[in-house]
């Protein structure tokens, strides 16, 4: 577990509150960030992958600072606007109000994310006759406990 806790941290590092639904899925993910900008701390480019082997790792150069303050924002924005997170059996499902969080919102973010964590396979739907605007992480074996410890979920 202690070679996932450094992953998360070069996700951090990278994205500082951007990770993701990092993001999305935490309200208690933006105080550990904030610090962490705070810090100052420098990111080590070998920090990248911390296990041979490991498919959960982020690559800390793949946002340039503008896509990254974009990303940023949207971050913010899902963790703020998610009105349900669903456990699946390979992920977790974000739920949100259409009328707060578009499509166009989720699909910017994905895309944002999809450089950084190429390892998350992203699913996006529009459900209940347009009423509810749906984000699906999931991916390989053990995204589940990488999207736990990296969004800070509530342990079940």
């Known amino acids: 577990m202690d070679h996932k806790t450094n992953q998360f941290t070069s996700c ?53 600072p503008a896509e990254r303050a974009r990303h940023k924002k949207l971050t913010e924005k899902l963790i703020s606007g998610r009105t349900e997170i669903i456990e699946m059996e390979k992920g977790y499902e974000f739920q949100f109000n259409p009328a707060v969080i578009s499509i166009k919102e989720l699909a910017d973010w994905a895309a944002a994310e999809s450089k950084c964590c190429p390892f998350f396979d992203f699913h996006i739907d529009l459900e209940r006759e347009g009423s509810l605007v749906c984000l699906r992480l999931t991916g390989d074996q053990g995204i589940k406990h990488f999207i736990q410890s990296e969004f800070q979920l509530p342990a079940k």
Do not use: W
Not at 12 to 20: F, I, L, N, Q, S
């Open 12 to 64: 951090r590092g990278k994205h500082a509150a951007t990770t993701v639904l990092a993001c999305v899925m935490a309200g208690g993910v933006a105080a550990p960030i904030a610090a962490y900008e705070k810090s100052g701390q420098a990111v080590k480019e070998d920090h990248q992958s911390m296990t041979t082997g490991s498919k959960f790792f982020c690559n800390i150069k793949a946002l340039a």
